[in-house]
């Protein structure tokens, strides 16, 4: 008997020393609008500042490289083409959600791993339905098809979502809760918040967790309040869930940091920074579960592409990050407080001083403070401030970009913060740049051969041993 002991125990260990690592746990990490400029700048933002670690902890990963992104339809991608190409390995149209060119539909990620009898996990800090999150949960030709995208999620290969809430379509006249009640209908249980999450891995069946507003996005970090769910929560959540159900075999978990993008598209510097910041957070509860199981667990991370055109440097050999400190909302929080100072409801209009306006940017942003504005500046401010408040002004004068109405006065002093601080963004859209590629875990240096964004998803799948079907 001893002997039969020593040889099964002789055989485990030969095993064992021969056994490859084994990819069992799969984090696919995107930044959407993430360039390795704002990378990098994030990293002195939060040096100079303190608002957070100085290291970004996957910018120091043992694999480091970059990818290509452009999609079919052109050299600059949108969310949509980048995240079928991220998911599904296949070069599309812009706006297209996981379908071809010809708008044929191409199976993603999620249905590889589920195929294999893996668990899954969709997360992210925007809509449950928005671009990014949709490629791995439906197929459809435009990412405007929110609704229909909503309700390919109630039958995806999806064990565990989250996100703020569900965006729906204003010609539908569904309110922001019907796709969570679609969800609870459909048998899946729906979890409202921080205290909600506690009791995620004893939920049977699929789950699905939303921020604690009713809004189809969580707050920007920078104007998160207490109680405010935050990705970290949503990716610990997650783990927990996909842990106990599929502990066993493994999992597959694509999170989202969505609104990197956000502060992108408003030249919003001390956004997308804080943004990036909160998307290393959840990193760091991913590094801890990887600590668990350093052998099994694959990290990869990237960008569906670089939004805003982010130049480090504007003019000047010099870049000062602890300018932007003074600045402690969002554009869009800001042109909030911005209306409620100078148009308050129910009060007769009366045209602010320019002065006023100044002790306005000052308290708010700096500006005339720690901050110098130079005369070409203030005078480019004046000049704002006249058609918004002068006479014949539109008194608001909104700036749309993508996602945000903001007062271009708002936009336009946080835009001056950020040249003075250094930091000139080219426009209020997409970039062709390449992106930033990061791996850590088994097999990471497979990552080295990347160069295209479509060459990510079937690699992980063959690490992980997915049926690509
Ligand atoms: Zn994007």
Same mark, same amino acid.
């Given at each position: 008997?001893?002997?039969?002991?020593?040889?099964?125990?002789?055989?485990?260990?030969?095993?064992?020393?021969?056994?490859?690592?084994?990819?069992?746990?799969?984090?696919?990490?995107?930044?959407?609008?993430?360039?390795?400029?704002?990378?990098?700048?994030?990293?002195?933002?939060?040096?100079?500042?303190?608002?957070?670690?100085?290291?970004?902890?996957?910018?120091?990963?043992?694999?480091?490289?970059?990818?290509?992104?452009?999609?079919?339809?052109?050299?600059?991608?949108?969310?949509?083409?980048?995240?079928?190409?991220?998911?599904?390995?296949?070069?599309?149209?812009?706006?297209?959600?996981?379908?071809?060119?010809?708008?044929? #539909?191409?199976?993603?990620?999620?249905?590889?791993?589920?195929?294999?009898?893996?668990?899954?996990?969709?997360?992210?800090?925007?809509?449950?339905?928005?671009?990014?999150?949709?490629?791995?949960?439906?197929?459809?030709?435009?990412?405007?098809?929110?609704?229909?995208?909503?309700?390919?999620?109630?039958?995806?290969?999806?064990?565990?979502?989250?996100?703020?809430?569900?965006?729906?379509?204003?010609?539908?006249?569904?309110?922001?809760?019907?796709?969570?009640?679609?969800?609870?209908?459909?048998?899946?249980?729906?979890?409202?918040?921080?205290?909600?999450?506690?009791?995620?891995?004893?939920?049977?069946?699929?789950?699905?967790?939303?921020?604690?507003?009713?809004?189809?996005?969580?707050?920007?970090?920078?104007?998160?309040?207490?109680?405010?769910?935050?990705?970290?929560?949503?990716?610990?959540?997650?783990?927990?869930?996909?842990?106990?159900?599929?502990?066993?075999?493994?999992?597959?978990?694509?999170?989202?940091?969505?609104?990197?993008?956000?502060?992108?598209?408003?030249?919003?510097?001390?956004?997308?920074?804080?943004?990036?910041? !909160?998307?290393?957070?959840?990193?760091?509860?991913?590094?801890?579960?990887?600590?668990?199981? *350093?052998?099994?667990?694959?990290?990869?991370?990237?960008? !569906?592409?670089?939004?805003?055109?982010?130049?480090?440097?504007?003019?000047?050999?010099?870049?000062?990050?602890?300018?932007?400190?003074?600045?402690?909302?969002?554009?869009?929080?800001?042109?909030?407080?911005?209306?409620?100072?100078?148009? *308050?409801?129910?009060? #007769?209009?009366?045209?602010?001083?320019?002065?006023?306006?100044? !002790?306005?940017?000052?308290?708010?942003?700096?500006?005339?403070?720690?901050?110098?504005?130079?005369?070409?500046?203030?005078?480019?401010?004046?000049?704002?401030?006249?058609?918004?408040?002068?006479?014949?002004?539109?008194?608001?004068?909104?700036?749309?970009?993508?996602?945000?109405?903001?007062?271009?006065?708002?936009?336009?002093?946080?835009?001056?913060?950020?040249?003075?601080?250094?930091?000139?963004?080219?426009?209020?859209?997409?970039?062709?740049?390449?992106?930033?590629?990061?791996?850590?875990?088994?097999?990471?240096?497979?990552?080295?051969?990347?160069?295209?964004?479509?060459?990510?998803?079937?690699?992980?799948?063959?690490?992980?041993?997915?049926?690509?079907?």
């Amino acid at each position: 008997m001893r002997r039969i002991l020593g040889i099964l125990f002789l055989a485990a260990a030969l095993a064992g020393c021969s056994r490859e690592p084994q990819v069992k746990y799969v984090f696919y990490m995107i930044g959407d609008g993430m360039g390795i400029n704002q990378v990098m700048a994030t990293e002195q933002y939060n040096k100079a500042t303190g608002n957070g670690p100085e290291t970004i902890n996957f910018a120091h990963f043992p694999m480091r490289g970059f990818v290509t992104t452009v999609s079919s339809s052109s050299l600059v991608t949108d969310s949509a083409a980048g995240g079928t190409a991220l998911a599904c390995g296949v070069k599309t149209y812009n706006s297209a959600i996981g379908v071809d060119p010809d708008g044929n #539909p191409v199976s993603s990620l999620t249905e590889w791993a589920k195929a294999a009898g893996y668990g899954t996990g969709v997360a992210t800090t925007v809509g449950v339905n928005h671009a990014t999150p949709a490629c791995f949960m439906a197929h459809t030709s435009t990412r405007r098809n929110y609704e229909d995208i909503a309700t390919q999620y109630l039958d995806a290969p999806v064990d565990f979502a989250a996100g703020g809430g569900f965006i729906t379509e204003r010609k539908s006249g569904h309110d922001a809760a019907y796709f969570e009640h679609k969800a609870d209908s459909a048998g899946i249980t729906v979890l409202r918040g921080i205290e909600a999450f506690s009791g995620v891995e004893a939920v049977e069946g699929r789950v699905l967790c939303l921020g604690n507003r009713l809004e189809s996005d969580l707050p920007y970090a920078i104007d998160r309040e207490e109680g405010d769910v935050a990705l970290s929560h949503f990716v610990d959540a997650g783990i927990r869930y996909l842990e106990s159900h599929f502990g066993d075999k493994g999992f597959f978990f694509m999170v989202e940091g969505g609104k990197i993008d956000y502060g992108g598209h408003g030249n919003d510097a001390a956004a997308c920074f804080q943004e990036l910041t !909160d998307f290393a957070r959840a990193m760091d509860v991913v590094l801890a579960f990887k600590e668990r199981h *350093p052998d099994n667990t694959l990290i990869v991370v990237t960008a !569906d592409h670089e939004t805003g055109g982010l130049m480090l440097g504007a003019g000047k050999y010099e870049i000062h990050p602890e300018l932007l400190a003074a600045q402690k909302r969002s554009t869009p929080e800001l042109t909030s407080l911005f209306k409620d100072t100078f148009f *308050p409801e129910g009060k #007769p209009y009366k045209a602010p001083s320019w002065e006023a306006v100044k !002790d306005f940017f000052k308290a708010e942003l700096g500006l005339w403070d720690s901050v110098e504005v130079s005369e070409k500046a203030e005078s480019a401010l004046k000049e704002t401030y006249e058609k918004t408040f002068g006479k014949g002004g539109d008194r608001n004068l909104g700036e749309s970009n993508l996602y945000a109405v903001n007062s271009k006065m708002v936009s336009d002093a946080v835009r001056c913060l950020n040249a003075a601080a250094g930091y000139q963004w080219s426009y209020g859209s997409h970039s062709g740049s390449p992106v930033g590629l990061y791996a850590d875990g088994p097999a990471a240096a497979a990552f080295g051969a990347v160069r295209d964004n479509t060459e990510i998803a079937p690699l992980i799948a063959s690490l992980a041993g997915y049926s690509r079907e």
